[in-house]
């Protein structure tokens, strides 16, 4: 059977073309032997005249010489005429010749500047199951590298007579390593919350590619990544080797709907909970239950757990700590005593998500990553985040890494209170005329549920809201209200993300530091479109050249 890179596609729902590729990867790994390995969904980009342009293969072959299969899969109709094969999605129309041209010269010519692997061949498959090629002689690819409905059950073959297995050779290692920094190959944690579909985040340069290839004196990392740059991929990436290597890893982070989400993508395995929980965790090993009923409960409870002194089962060989800016000294310390001797050891932050005003924590000897790119967020997203971050504070710009453009961010202001739902409303139309649906769109507070007059609203605009009801089930798992709209706060929003989101009950006196990360915080977690809902005092605070 072929290896096939990343793991873990067999778990992620899919439909449409998605899932007709899933099919087709399927069938091909189990029809190839161990001498082949597949990349799927494999991008990059490159950079031309200041414009990003993005190609994208549906699947690598490589066999054990190191040399290249392209396949590109096209299900449905094509469209046949002198000039070649076209592909109709939509209102663009593809030049499937050309797109295969091209895509096979811009992964060589990058390949080739590898050392040792000038002499790298790759070759080129048209796979169509769902069309018969009439004129094979127009259709602008050599006729013997088509795959259509008619031999359709014959790919896993031809593959093998275009690309024989060969024999490993130096260049096949780079090979490799060059593919697996332009493929995804950590789930994106984010896209988890309550969704049927799970999309792979492609991180260019992504943190859970190199960041684990740094050879440190001593294994203890600090990561100072922007919103979006890969922290949490990374984590995963970091917990999974630990068990492979039988380890025991432990996560520990501040905000619970994250720890709860890292954990419904995490292999089985390990300890994951946010601080607090963590605490709890420790106490209840001794059979001690805590009373949070009792006069600073949560402070006492630190205490507790931190006098109790550590058990061998409660060492572990690896140690992440996510949202380490919201962490104070007291907690740091008793985390990182839970780390073996030797253990490696990751501190994720990011001091615009800073929203506790926690002061930053020196941590002697560790090494650190800064990593400013965000690959999640649009670019007209990040393009008013910076403008905002060079009108108040002397912090460096956000670099935007994403193809996507996006749409222009959008600002409702409301006057009086009463007013706030109807701007809701509009901001929530202009997400379903844009073609989200409610399932696509996170609604987020910049108030937390205490002070917010929406999170407790039943429905809005005709749905209801799918909010934390406060409560926890059996298993420790948040409960939610059975609306298809989520509605929830920037500060438990953290860490997550939504095709869209609505940024709502925006309202401050001044833009200063703490309005400014809060902003930042609601407005990185949209992946495509970003409304702002703001008070009319808000917007008199708005820098002018900002909005």
Known sequence: MARTLPDGWTALAASGVAA??????????????????????????????????????????????????????????????????????????????LEMSRSRDTLLARLRQRPGCQQVQADSVLYCPDYRVRDALTAGVVPERIIDARRSGQLAALIQTILPAGEERPATAQVHRFLQNLVALEPDVSTMLDQADVLVTRL?????????????????????????????????????????????????????????HFARVAPPGGVIANFHLWCDHRLRSRARAWDYHQPDAFTRLVDAAAALPFASDECHDCLIIDEGQDFTREWADLVLAAAAPGARCLWLEDPLQNLYDRPPLELPGWATLHAPENHRSPRSVVSVLNRLLAHMSDHPPVECVSPLAGDAVEFLVYGQPAELQTRVREALRLCWSAGFRAQDVALLSYHGHRHSTLLSQPTLAGHALRAFTGRYDLFGMPEYSSGELLAESVLRFKGQSAPAVVLCEVDFAELDLKALRRLFVGATRARLKLVVVMSAQAAAAWPDHAG
């Open 20 to 97: 007709r590729e899933r099919e087709t990867l399927g069938r091909l790994a189990s029809a190839l032997p161990a001498d082949y390995t597949i990349y799927h969904a494999v991008h990059w980009t490159r950079i031309d005249q200041g414009f990003a342009v993005h190609g994208e293969v549906d699947f690598v072959v490589v066999n054990r010489s190191g040399d290249l299969l392209l396949i590109e899969q096209k299900t449905g109709l094509l469209l046949e005429s002198a000039q070649g094969l076209r592909k109709h999605e939509g209102e663009r129309r593809h030049d499937v010749a």
């Open 204 to 260: 260019s340069g992504g943190l859970a590619l190199w960041a684990r290839r740094l050879e440190l004196p001593l294994p203890r990392l600090r990561v100072n990544g922007t919103a979006g740059s890969g922290k949490t991929q990374l984590a995963l990436a970091e917990y999974r080797a630990s068990l492979e290597r039988g380890g025991r890893p432990l996560y520990v982070c501040f905000n619970r709907p994250l720890a709860d």
